[in-house]
């Protein structure tokens, strides 16, 4: 059974930075192009990165382009988000899963983020 656990969230000041971690559970996920997704209050969830299956291709959202990193750990079944130089506007719950991932399908519980101005 697929599950994604998602931590490393808190709250901090406009400037700072979070390391965002996403464990995940099930063979299809550990070959499956992942992304990171967000949702600020009132609003739709949106798509930050993406990292291929190798990290042969990683993408990223114009908004975070230049703040944030994101990496795999294939090993240990591991999805990571760098965010450095946060902006308020970044807050909101990050969820990883699949890049392909719709709103039907299982998502975790996410982790929340809140940067203050």
């Known amino acids: 059974q697929e599950q994604l656990a998602e931590s490393g969230g808190g709250s901090v000041q406009a400037g700072g930075s979070l390391r965002l971690s996403c464990r995940t559970s099930?063979?299809?996920?550990?070959?499956?192009?992942m992304g990171w997704f967000r949702q600020a209050p009132g609003k739709e969830r949106e798509f930050v990165a993406s990292?291929?299956?190798?990290?042969?291709?990683?993408q990223y959202s114009d908004s975070v382009k230049g703040r944030f990193t994101i990496s795999r750990d294939y090993a240990e079944n591991m999805i990571f988000l760098q965010m450095n130089a946060l902006k308020p506007e970044d807050t909101g719950v990050y969820y990883c899963?699949?890049?392909?991932?719709?709103?039907?399908?299982?998502w975790g519980q996410g982790t929340q983020v809140t940067v203050f101005p």
């Open positions: 899963n699949r890049e392909e991932a719709t709103r039907e399908d299982y």
């Open positions: 990292i291929g299956a190798w990290s042969d291709y990683i």
């Open positions: 099930g063979r299809a996920l550990s070959r499956s192009v």
